[in-house]
């Protein structure tokens, strides 16, 4: 099977934290994302939790970033959206960003055991995972050009608009850019000038990885761990 790219589960909208957290706050909540109790359509729940969020419906489609980016789980907060909300509600922090980046770079299979090629999880697991580690300067083009030959399904069209919200995602103040995961220079991407993390956060991700891909191993070769997808 052809690779699909995966890219249109926010619709038209962009990251945006400002929204992000008016659907966090509404996951915080004791009904969550859905009023189901009351046995409503999905266009009245939707309608209801526009009235919460403050956000339109068509904007509702916020929810698959926060879905995307490990902030919530069904239709409440994840463990690490409620730690998020409860320490960062604004999504400020370096810690935060860095989080979201972690999961969105996963597609929607959070931690599943990944596949040998990553483009199988869609076009975000291809960019960060295939292309950046061979493109560390590119444009728009190339990254078009370049991932055209592993969606081929897709126009150019569909590529352009989709990613583009792959590199807004990284470059604006208002997503992910204090990141610096990618800079932007003119009409140029730039990649491997990161302002990293802290050491806890990454140790949490080589905890998660380790439990995805090793379970209950207390020790595996190096060798491995190296040559581990």
């Given at each position: 099977?052809?690779?699909?790219?995966?890219?249109?589960?926010?619709?038209?909208?962009?990251?945006?934290?400002?929204?992000?957290?008016?659907?966090?706050?509404?996951?915080?909540?004791?009904?969550?994302?859905?009023?189901?109790?009351?046995?409503?359509?999905?266009?009245?729940?939707?309608?209801?939790?526009?009235?919460?969020?403050?956000?339109?419906?068509?904007?509702?489609?916020?929810?698959?970033?926060?879905?995307?980016?490990?902030?919530?789980?069904?239709?409440?907060?994840?463990?690490?959206?409620?730690?998020?909300l409860e320490k960062d509600p604004y999504l400020e922090s370096?810690?935060?960003?860095?989080?979201?980046?972690?999961?969105?770079?996963?597609?929607d299979k959070g931690l599943q055991t990944p596949p040998a090629?990553?483009?199988?999880?869609?076009?975000?697991?291809?960019?960060?995972?295939?292309?950046?580690?061979?493109?560390?300067?590119?444009?728009?083009?190339?990254?078009?050009?370049?991932?055209?030959?592993?969606?081929?399904?897709?126009?150019?069209?569909?590529?352009?608009?989709?990613?583009?919200?792959?590199?807004?995602?990284?470059?604006?103040?208002?997503?992910?850019?204090?990141?610096?995961?990618?800079?932007?220079?003119?009409?140029?991407?730039?990649?491997?000038?990161?302002?990293?993390?802290?050491?806890?956060?990454?140790?949490?991700?080589?905890?998660?990885?380790?439990?995805?891909?090793?379970?209950?191993?207390?020790?595996?070769?190096?060798?491995?761990?190296?040559?581990?997808?």
């Amino acid at each position: 099977l052809m690779p699909k790219l995966q890219l249109s589960f926010s619709g038209t909208f962009a990251l945006k934290k400002e929204d992000l957290c008016k659907i966090l706050r509404a996951a915080a909540e004791e009904k969550g994302l859905k009023d189901s109790a009351k046995g409503l359509s999905k266009e009245d729940s939707d309608k209801e939790l526009s009235k919460r969020t403050g956000l339109g419906i068509p904007k509702l489609r916020m929810k698959g970033w926060a879905s995307r980016a490990g902030l919530i789980a069904g239709d409440f907060l994840s463990p690490e959206g409620k730690l998020i909300l409860e320490k960062d509600p604004y999504l400020e922090s370096l810690t935060t960003n860095w989080l979201m980046h972690f999961y969105l770079s996963l597609g929607d299979k959070g931690l599943q055991t990944p596949p040998a090629n990553p483009a199988d999880w869609g076009g975000w697991t291809y960019f960060v995972y295939t292309f950046l580690p061979n493109y560390r300067a590119f444009t728009s083009a190339d990254l078009v050009h370049t991932s055209a030959l592993v969606f081929e399904q897709e126009v150019t069209k569909s590529l352009t608009k989709n990613f583009k919200f792959v590199l807004r995602a990284y470059t604006e103040e208002q997503a992910l850019a204090n990141c610096k995961f990618l800079s932007q220079e003119d009409n140029q991407y730039v990649a491997g000038q990161c302002n990293l993390p802290n050491p806890y956060l990454i140790g949490y991700f080589l905890a998660k990885l380790w439990e995805r891909d090793f379970h209950n191993a207390t020790s595996v070769l190096t060798e491995s761990i190296l040559n581990h997808s």
